[in-house]
Structures are given as structure tokens and as C-alpha cells.
């Protein structure tokens, strides 16, 4: 641990209080809000995938693994992926998803707290997002399909990404603060490109089915 009155490890010749420790500080204390949101995610996170496993979900889990493509060589950030689809974004041949299910299923267990959880995790979706700014606690991106800015309070997960870069994510709010879940995936510009225009075109042949182009993506993140 660095003492108040020793010098700065940034190199800038000044004592240690005078230079880095308030920012130090306040990112240790951003960082423990993140880990604190993200335990509470992580917990509902795992009953649900629990609750997917059950028998009667056998069927869909098929047939989300075909509309997602999982095969044998698939990587385990794909399998991920698309597990995290399967909860919160497939819906069956009624409408509804496992998220909404294990609600239904488990609403008078539920206490406040995970009733909130789970009421960001129903409107939460996966999307292809520009990071606009990097700060010291909060880092801004911008929905491609809706222009939509989101601050996102994760001081960690843009380490080894820059202003410019693109990603694919699934931002959350737990708790006042937007956080990033699941996978994050930078994606290069000449994807970026590739994986836009193949959106578009899918969307465009659907003839519109769609309020927006926001919204088929919602619908169709598996795409």
C-alpha cells in the first residue's frame, strides 16, 4: 500500500495525496459499487439458468441452439452467449421467455431486491455499441440502432479498449448504475461493417414486421 506522503507511482514527482490517491480512491469505491451490483446480478443470474435446465425447457433449448448456430466447435464465449439468450431473449410458441417463467413460477418467493433484478434484467438486451468516452469511474457508449448513450459505471471492462472501439454487450442497471454482463466482444471495424449491413438487410427483407430497427434486434439477437 502506497503511504500518503510518498511519492506518486505515476512518476509526476508529487507526493502521493496530492496527486493520484483521491482518483485511486474513487475508483476502488466505483469498483466495490460494480462488484456489489454484479453479485446481485450474478445470484438471480444463476437461479434462472437453474430453473432453464429443467426437463420441460429441453425442447426450446434445441431449438435456441439451432436459431443460434451452437455447434460442437463452438467456442465457450459463443456457448455463453447464447446461454444467456436462451434465459432472457428466446421466446417459445407461446411469447414467453424462461426469465418471465421463473417470475411467474416464483412470485411470492421473491423479495424486493430480486424483483427489481429481475425487472432490469427483463429490459435488458444485447447490442453493437460505440465507445464515445473513457473517464476515470464512468465510460460512455452509443447504441448503433437507436443512437441511445448509456454511462456505464464499470471501471474495469474498458481497461483494453479506447475511444472509437466498437463491442458487442449487454449493458444492465442494478441499483442506479449501468453495468456491462456477460461477454464483451470488441469487434474490428471491417466486422463492424459486415455484421451492420447483414442487420440491415435481414431486417429490411422481413418488410418491416417491426415498429424499428431497434427493436428487430431485440427480437432477433441471435441474429
Known amino acids: 500500500m502506497i503511504g500518503r506522503n510518498e511519492l506518486c507511482p505515476c512518476g509526476s514527482g508529487k507526493k502521493y495525496k496530492k ?3 483521491q482518483k485511486n480512491q474513487l ?3 466505483t469498483r466495490n459499487k460494480t462488484l456489489y451490483a454484479k453479485g446481485l446480478y450474478k445470484n438471480m443470474e444463476n437461479k434462472i439458468y437453474e430453473y432453464s435446465k429443467e426437463s420441460s425447457f429441453n425442447n426450446d433449448r434445441e ?4 436459431q443460434f448456430q451452437v455447434s460442437q466447435e463452438s467456442n465457450s464465449i459463443i456457448n455463453r452467449l447464447c446461454n444467456t439468450y436462451f434465459m432472457y431473449d428466446y421466446r417459445n410458441n407461446k411469447g414467453n421467455t424462461i426469465t418471465n417463467m421463473f417470475i411467474h413460477n416464483n412470485k411470492l418467493t421473491l423479495n424486493k431486491s430480486q424483483t427489481i433484478v429481475l425487472s ?3 429490459r435488458s438486451n444485447i447490442s453493437i455499441f460505440k465507445i464515445e468516452d473513457t473517464g476515470t469511474t464512468k465510460s460512455v457508449i452509443r447504441d448503433y440502432f437507436n443512437n441511445n448513450k448509456i454511462v456505464v459505471e464499470d471501471v474495469d471492462v474498458f481497461k483494453n479498449l479506447k475511444i472509437g472501439d466498437s463491442i458487442i454487450g449487454r449493458p444492465i442497471n442494478i441499483q442506479g448504475m449501468n453495468i456491462l454482463v456477460d461477454e464483451v466482444i470488441k469487434v474490428s471495424d471491417k466486422n463492424l461493417d459486415i455484421i ?3 442487420i440491415n438487410e435481414i431486417y429490411k427483407a422481413e418488410n418491416n414486421k417491426t415498429k424499428n430497427i431497434k427493436e428487430f434486434v431485440i427480437n432477433n439477437s441471435h441474429i
Not at 431449438?63 to 439451432?66: A, D, F, H, I, R
Open 19 to 21: 496527486c493520484c490517491l
Open 27 to 29: 475508483i476502488e469505491v
Open 63 to 66: 431449438e435456441c441452439l439451432k
Open 120 to 122: 432490469s434484467m427483463i
Open 196 to 198: 451492420l449491413q447483414n
